[in-house]
């Protein structure tokens, strides 16, 4: 089992950074995919980036492509969101979550089996 603890969201105006990290306890964490999603007020839960168990493979939805960049670090059990060139419509709960297996990238919801309890991201404009 993982248990995923999430930290580091907050309130930033447009063009802010910030960096999410999600700590994991487990002996799973260095084995798995990871990934980071965000759910807005009335919205579906929405895929924002993945990365593979070594960290040596990840891929970020289109709507955060090259502002957004997914880590991980697992000497520390820890996987990271660096957030850059904020936008209003970024706001929302973000969840990290792991999936059982290690060597894909999973995009779906439906692909973790362990969640966080989210941390809420508030970008003002």
């Known amino acids: 089992q993982i248990q995923l603890v999430e930290s580091g969201g907050g309130l930033v105006q447009a063009g802010g950074s910030l960096r999410l990290s999600c700590a994991a306890s487990?002996?799973?964490?260095?084995?798995?995919?990871m990934g980071w999603f965000r759910q807005a007020p009335g919205k579906e839960r929405e895929f924002v980036a993945t990365?593979?168990?070594?960290?040596?493979?990840?891929s970020h939805s289109d709507s955060v492509k090259g502002r957004f960049t997914i880590s991980r670090d697992n000497f520390k059990n820890t996987l990271y969101l660096h957030m850059n060139s904020l936008k209003p419509e970024d706001t929302a709960v973000y969840y990290c979550?792991?999936?059982?297996?290690?060597?894909?990238?999973?995009?779906?919801?439906?692909?973790?089996?362990?969640w966080g309890q989210g941390t809420q991201v508030t970008v003002s404009s």
């Open positions: 979550a792991a999936a059982i297996q290690g060597g894909f990238l999973p995009n779906r919801v439906t692909q973790y089996t362990y």
């Open positions: 487990g002996r799973t964490f260095s084995t798995s995919a």
């Open positions: 990365i593979m168990w070594s960290g040596g493979s990840k």
